[in-house]
């Protein structure tokens, strides 16, 4: 059985960014804290840190700190059970991390928690991420769950379906009309020749309409990178080039014009988390799906969870 003591010191460790950091927040020396993950180094007989400018943790150290927050978890949890269930005023609160792409927190994720973060007096850590990239932070233990493109369950873990968020691509007229011909029909030429706003270098929206729609595929064009979402649809407003604009947000646009009416990309969305949820990450579950259903399109075909072989 692992000492606990250990273990909080490394998670303290990678939370707080260094060694200084966590020996302040625990409340020990420098060398109480070293002493201890050296410890449960030599027991594991593995490295668990890379000591380095920003001190991180390896495999090995990453599958502990998703233990350490498990227990954490389930800890809060059974206490909160013992004194009634409902968390109360004056109780300790605790944190559930999560990842998911920046459109999901905007649209829909965020009303759907929030009214559970607050009767459960949970505190919600967000790693926004692109969508298809949100299952590395699960698959380090630094999250409970992501909202994600991919279907197949990672180890450990449940892969459950929520549905789909559908893309436009939109542009003021202005700069639709610079890519259309005379007759009015988008050129590809014309397309090309003007910037796309893109939301960050792993969004791969763009090259999905322009291969799905036009036929090309991941041609060269010009790029503004904004990595933020209101940024990101003002860039558009502005004129500053066409880009891809959740069906949600459309409503808030109404200047904005499709490119090529009715042409969308569909991005189908699940939410993977582990297959052993503490009672307040079940919950969270609960909710993100119930959300996903009334805000989402449904996904085609059959929508049941998958889980992971063992």
């Known amino acids: 059985m692992l000492d606990p003591r250990p ?6 460790v990678v939370e707080h960014g260094g060694f200084g950091p966590a020996a302040r927040a625990l409340q020990l020396t420098l060398a109480a804290v070293s002493l201890r993950i050296k410890s449960l180094e030599d027991q594991l007989g593995q490295r668990l840190l890379v000591r380095g400018k920003r001190v991180r943790a390896t495999p090995a150290g990453q599958a502990l700190l998703g233990h350490v927050k498990q227990v954490r978890l389930m800890e809060a949890d059974l206490l909160a059970g013992l004194v009634g269930g409902e968390a109360r ?25 929030a009214p559970l973060l607050a009767r459960q007096r949970l505190l919600l850590e967000v790693v926004i991420d692109d969508q298809d990239h949100t299952h590395d932070a699960l698959k380090r233990g630094d999250v409970v769950g992501c909202v994600t493109t991919r279907a197949d369950a ?3 873990c449940v892969a459950e379906p929520l549905g789909v968020m559908r893309y436009h691509c939109v542009a003021t007229p202005a700069v ?17 020749a003007q910037p796309a706003v893109i939301f960050n270098r792993k969004d791969a929206l763009q090259d999905a309409f322009l291969e799905q729609h036009i036929g090309l ?25 066409w880009g891809m604009v959740p069906e949600q947000h459309l409503p808030k646009h109404p200047a904005l014009t499709e490119l090529l009416p009715g042409a969308t990309v569909d991005v189908a969305l699940y939410w993977q988390h582990w297959t052993h949820e503490p009672p307040s990450a079940q919950r969270l579950t609960a909710a993100v799906k119930a959300a996903a259903r009334e805000r989402l399109a449904p996904l085609a075909g059959p929508a049941g969870p998958a889980r992971a072989a063992t």
């Open 7 to 12: 273990l909080e010191a490394l998670a303290a």
């Open 89 to 113: 005023a004056g109780e300790r609160w605790q944190s559930l991390s999560v990842a998911i792409n920046a459109d999901s927190v905007s649209s829909w994720f965020l009303p759907a928690v």
């Open 154 to 156: 990672m180890r450990g």
């Open 176 to 192: 639709v009309q610079r890519c259309r011909t005379p007759r009015g029909a988008v050129s590809p030429h014309r397309l090309l």
């Open 217 to 241: 595929r991941q041609p060269a064009y010009p790029r503004h990178y904004v990595p933020a979402v209101e940024a990101f649809e003002t860039a558009i407003e502005l004129g500053m080039g």
